[in-house]
């Protein structure tokens, strides 16, 4: 007899956990690797006590949540009890006596390649080093300026990893795929990783079912936490950054589903119930999302950067709300050729999953044609 569609859909999804198994460990970074990223942010760290000792260049970003796939960029917040002396600086950039155009000089005498960005939404040095008999890997690292939110948000996303093994499993395998497929490009009007993690994230809490994660923003702040774990000032307001982190005591979740069910669950969801025109992903929110209407996300609008002189263009064609930063949105790289790649993609990854059977086709998810 033909085999039942439900015995169909099993043997598909087996199919893709071994897949994703697979390239989830080819993902992974080795301990060589990693080591030599450490080694990488000791140096850099040195270089920018000498012209700002009073700072300090604190990692955040994959190498911290344990997201990192291998050749993973560093990224970095050079941090100062003076802000406003970062800042004033910044505001004149047009001069070379900056801070980043001080670091920026050291940087290259110590044989970085080093791209300064001042016109992007927050200032960032770029530094590239070519792997030497030091060391044999090559480094890519962005430093940021005073921008402490992405201390917290990696924070956060630490959390949710901690939670259950599968948020890393899944996040690698998300983030290999949408490398491949060319559609992790902020720069070139496609998403940034922190866009697919999140997208990853508020499918775990409020689509799957029953919930592998629970909301780390929605649940009650307890009476002793002091305010300044609640709250956080910086340039464009305060925020608030408070999260639950004594993840032993939460309920553990009864999903079992496996990373071959949770990822094709992913794919559908973002291929035909998510509401790309209308909706906003909103991982700390009570059901993880709002309409566009409701945070007034419609018009694309021109606004001036931080940095003082630049202009940021806000486009809501993607909506992620940043769960600190919620003015924010994260998937505002994207443009209107971007997000159809994006949508296509999900499309084509469900095809594939769907339709296809032996384990060899399933790498066509990663192929590009
Ligand atoms: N981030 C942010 N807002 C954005 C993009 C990024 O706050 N719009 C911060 C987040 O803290 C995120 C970090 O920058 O964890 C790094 O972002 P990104 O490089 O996109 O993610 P990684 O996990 O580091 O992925 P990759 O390995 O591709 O560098
Ligand atoms: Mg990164």
């Known amino acids: 007899a033909p085999p039942n569609p439900e015995q169909v859909i099993r043997q598909q999804n087996t199919n893709l956990q071994a897949f994703a198994r697979e390239i989830i460990a080819a993902a992974t970074p080795t301990p060589e690797e990693l080591a030599a990223q450490n080694q990488h942010l000791k140096r850099c760290r040195a270089i920018c006590q000498r012209i700002c000792p009073e700072g300090e260049l604190v990692p955040f970003g994959s190498l911290v949540t344990g997201f990192a796939i291998t050749k993973s960029d560093l990224d970095a917040v050079l941090t100062s009890p003076y802000p406003e002396d970062l800042f004033s600086t910044l505001d004149k950039s047009g001069e ?189 929110t009570q059901g993880g999302i709002f309409s566009k209407q409701e945070k007034d996300w419609i018009a694309a609008v021109t606004r001036p950067g931080r940095s003082g002189h630049s202009q940021v263009k806000d486009r809501y064609l993607f909506a992620i709300e940043d769960p600190f930063e919620t003015s924010h949105n994260v998937g505002r790289t994207c443009n209107a050729v971007g997000v159809d790649r994006i949508r296509a993609e999900f499309k084509r990854a469900v095809n594939i999953i769907r339709f296809r059977d032996g384990g060899r086709s399933m790498r066509e998810l990663l192929c590009l044609e």
């Open 96 to 284: 070379s006596n900056s801070l980043p155009h001080n670091l920026a000089k050291e940087f290259q005498s110590e044989g970085f390649e080093v791209t300064l960005l001042l016109m992007t939404r927050v200032p960032i040095m770029k530094l590239a080093l070519k792997a030497t008999d030091e060391s044999s890997f090559d480094l890519s690292c962005d430093i940021g300026f005073n921008n402490e939110l992405g201390v917290h948000n990696t924070r956060m996303l630490q959390t949710y990893s901690r939670c259950d093994p599968r948020v890393k499993e899944m996040v690698l395998f998300v983030k290999w795929w949408a490398k491949k497929r060319r559609i992790n490009s902020p720069y070139r009007g496609t998403l940034s990783s922190y866009g697919y993690v999140l997208m990853i994230i508020h499918f775990l809490i409020n689509v799957v079912d029953p919930p592998v994660l629970i909301n780390l923003q929605n649940t009650p702040i307890p009476e002793d936490v002091p305010p300044d774990q609640i709250f956080d000032e910086d340039g464009e307001g305060e925020h608030q950054i408070w999260y639950a982190k004594d993840i032993e005591n939460l309920p553990k979740t009864s999903n079992q589903m496996h990373i071959g069910q949770l990822l094709r669950n992913f794919f559908e969801y973002y291929s035909y119930r998510f509401q790309w025109g209308r909706e906003v992903i909103s991982i700390r």
